[in-house]
């Protein structure tokens, strides 16, 4: 057994990097609950995002923290235009080809920005992106310090807006019955995509707080976006709550089991817990029963 | 008996490619395209006549590839036995995932999802793994013998997966001219109608993921005999899974040539893709998604619904509807 010094560290770096975890299984699990489909596309696009941070950082010198607040909107936009333009109309209302043209989504954006960028990886130079802060004995990376509270501000936010908001009642409706909603009136086609912009913007702010301790590559989202499907199935697809304890347990089961089974077997713990949720309940520990 | 004459027909212009001047590039390209049309076939049965979206069948390719290859570098079994044992492996990885996700009832993305966690799973314990050589990859020696499944003819490597191909296509066929592609077929269509009229679902899906599986393990068998090298990225990569799926889609999912015709014509995509740009990786995969989402969009049969509409649309306008029109 390892000693407290070391764990309890490994815990609290675990729950910090759970919280941008959370919001990206947040996007993923918002679509879900409304559209019924998994978006394969989920990992591309936050690669892109990535990139678009980190173009923001090295072109124009913006921090990605300011940066969060422009591109969060830009890919709401890219996000509605993609659901209600492309996969909306292309997938003729059939779930299949829902998850088929968001995997061809996928592979569309990926192999662009290999192609347009190469395998590269890069990384950005911020002044803080080795601060550190004192907590309980334990140092904490002051980025990833950040990235916690702005993902607990986004939750809130996206709360709020489902809650308080019109547009957010007409989500809860599709979400609950699809054919009821539009029967009193609401656009669904226009909700499906409302939903899907959400979700793609949830992914921007997270690629925001990442760019500063990461990297990005043009493979950099898939590492991310099966965690976040063991995230989204463990908390119960659908589940906002769910999302967030999800993706904070899998953070720590994650930086837990690197300490004791290394790297590369690490990620297998996941995939395990993944497999094991699936099978044995797959509506997830806050879902409602399929 | 029809679509067995044009099986038959299909596979000998095929059979006839190395008869002409055709240089190695080409057959080089043919072998490729064909490997893929097999793994293609093998997602077919599972995803296009049972409607069951595998996103994961680079878990059946690479077992059947890692079985071939270690079986022969590591304990010196036969090339024609580790071939076989490889279908075998790849047949019960597939049992065994089946059994697990249909037995907890796991349908559409959730499907797709688990066969997706399990092909990577099992990408991860290759790349560490230290039979398979881990991040190495394994090597399998060359020796030009027969007996140890290689050929000093690319010819002969042709012919060899083409007969994989055509005993695919005629296994594809009697899938459509049996009972047990009928239950298929009414599972895929709705399966709790199929339930209720008796159909035992989570059996026939079973059978046709093991077949399935079986059918995608063998490209991947004849994927380590031909390149006589693998690791963790190609066997278990999800470049295999994509594009096993593609194929099916995109030539027409369901069908007995929907897989053959979507990898040639994928594959071809790819390759004027790479005329235009030279070697800069990527551009060929935009096409092939590219390429899925149209198809997807306006094509939703695929290749083959395309051939049939043009066939129809030449057809004298019959009288009143037949039986014929509607098989489709």
């Known amino acids: 057994m390892l000693s407290p010094v070391i764990l309890i560290p490994a815990i609290l770096n675990g729950l910090l990097t759970g919280a941008v975890y959370a919001l990206i299984a947040l996007g993923l699990t918002l679509i879900y609950g409304v559209l019924h489909i998994i978006n394969f596309a989920h990992g591309a696009l936050l690669t892109a995002a990535l990139f678009a941070a980190y173009f923001t950082q090295k072109l124009f010198g913006i921090d990605p923290y300011l940066a969060a607040f422009a591109l969060a909107p830009l890919f709401f936009v890219l996000g509605y235009a993609l659901q209600r333009f492309v996969i909306g109309p292309a997938s003729h209302g059939d779930d299949r080809n829902m998850l088929l043209v968001t995997l061809g989504l996928a592979v569309i954006i990926e192999n662009a920005l290999l192609y347009a960028f190469h395998a590269d990886t890069r990384t950005i130079d911020v002044r803080y992106s080795f601060e550190t802060i004192a907590v309980g004995g334990s140092f904490l990376a002051l980025p990833r310090v950040i990235g916690l509270g702005a993902v607990l501000i986004v939750a809130l936010l996206l709360w709020a807006l489902l809650r308080l908001t019109d547009t957010g009642k007409a989500i809860r409706a599709v979400a609950k019955e699809k054919l009821g909603a539009e029967l009193s009136g609401i656009d669904v086609a226009h909700i499906y995509a409302m939903t899907f912009g959400l979700g793609t913007a949830c992914l921007a702010v997270a690629a925001c707080l990442l760019i500063p301790t990461y990297y990005v590559n043009p493979h950099v989202g898939n590492a991310f976006v099966l965690v976040a499907f063991t995230i989204v199935v463990l908390g119960g697809m659908g589940s906002v709550p769910g999302a967030l304890i999800g993706g904070l347990f899998i953070g720590v089961v994650e930086s837990l089991s690197g300490l004791y089974l290394g790297e590369s077997l690490g990620q297998i713990g996941i995939f395990l817990i993944f497999i094991l949720v699936l099978l044995v309940r797959p509506s997830g520990l806050f879902g409602e029963r399929a | 008996?029809?679509?067995?004459?044009?099986?038959?027909?299909?596979?000998?212009?095929?059979?006839?490619?190395?008869?002409?001047?055709?240089?190695?590039?080409?057959?080089?390209?043919?072998?490729?395209?064909?490997?893929?049309?097999?793994?293609?076939?093998?997602?077919?049965?599972?995803?296009?006549?049972?409607?069951?979206?595998?996103?994961?069948?680079?878990?059946?390719?690479?077992?059947?590839?890692?079985?071939?290859?270690?079986?022969?570098?590591?304990?010196?079994?036969?090339?024609w036995l580790a071939f076989a044992l490889g279908i075998a492996a790849g047949a019960l990885v597939g049992a065994v995932i089946g059994a697990l996700t249909f037995r907890s009832g796991l349908r559409g993305s959730y499907f797709a999802l688990v066969t997706l966690a399990f092909a990577e799973v099992l990408r991860i314990v290759a790349s560490v793994a230290p039979i398979t050589g881990a991040g190495v990859g394994t090597l399998i020696k060359l020796d030009?013998?027969?007996?140890?499944?290689?050929?000093?003819?690319?010819?002969?490597?042709?012919?060899?997966?083409?007969?994989?191909?055509?005993?695919?296509?005629?296994?594809?066929?009697?899938?459509?001219?049996?009972?047990?592609?009928?239950?298929?077929?009414?599972?895929?269509?709705?399966?709790?109608?199929?339930?209720?009229?008796?159909?035992?679902?989570?059996?026939?899906?079973?059978?046709?993921?093991?077949?399935?599986?079986?059918?995608?393990?063998?490209?991947?068998?004849?994927?380590?005999?031909?390149?006589?090298?693998?690791?963790?990225?190609?066997?278990?990569?999800?470049?295999?899974?994509?594009?096993?799926?593609?194929?099916?889609?995109?030539?027409?999912?369901?069908?007995?040539?929907?897989?053959?015709?979507?990898?040639?014509?994928?594959?071809?995509?790819?390759?004027?893709?790479?005329?235009?740009?030279?070697?800069?990786?990527?551009?060929?995969?935009?096409?092939?998604?590219?390429?899925?989402?149209?198809?997807?969009?306006?094509?939703?049969?695929?290749?083959?619904?395309?051939?049939?509409?043009?066939?129809?649309?030449?057809?004298?306008?019959?009288?009143?509807?037949?039986?014929?029109?509607?098989?489709?």
């Open chain 2, 1 to 79: 008996m029809r679509r067995l004459a044009m099986i038959v027909l299909v596979v000998a212009v095929l059979a006839a490619v190395p008869f002409t001047e055709a240089s190695n590039a080409v057959l080089n390209f043919l072998v490729v395209a064909l490997l893929i049309a097999l793994a293609g076939q093998g997602w077919n049965v599972l995803g296009g006549y049972g409607g069951q979206y595998s996103f994961g069948h680079a878990a059946f390719f690479g077992t059947g590839a890692y079985v071939t290859a270690v079986l022969q570098v590591r304990y010196g079994v036969n090339a």
């Open chain 2, 144 to 328: 030009l013998r027969h007996e140890a499944l290689q050929f000093q003819s690319r010819a002969v490597f042709y012919w060899a997966i083409l007969g994989l191909v055509a005993l695919s296509l005629v296994i594809a066929w009697a899938i459509e001219h049996s009972r047990f592609g009928a239950w298929l077929t009414a599972v895929r269509e709705n399966e709790d109608a199929a339930r209720a009229l008796g159909v035992d679902a989570t059996r026939v899906k079973l059978g046709a993921m093991t077949l399935s599986a079986a059918i995608t393990a063998a490209a991947g068998c004849f994927y380590a005999q031909y390149f006589l090298f693998i690791d963790a990225g190609i066997a278990y990569g999800p470049w295999i899974s994509v594009e096993a799926l593609l194929t099916a889609i995109i030539g027409g999912a369901g069908t007995i040539f929907g897989p053959l015709f979507g990898a040639l014509l994928v594959r071809l995509l790819g390759e004027a893709a790479r005329l235009v740009t030279g070697d800069a990786p990527g551009l060929d995969l935009v096409i092939y998604g590219a390429a899925l989402v149209l198809v997807v969009a306006f094509a939703p049969r695929g290749l083959m619904g395309i051939v049939a509409d043009i066939r129809s649309a030449f057809r004298r306008p019959a009288p009143r509807p037949t039986a014929e029109a509607a098989g489709g």
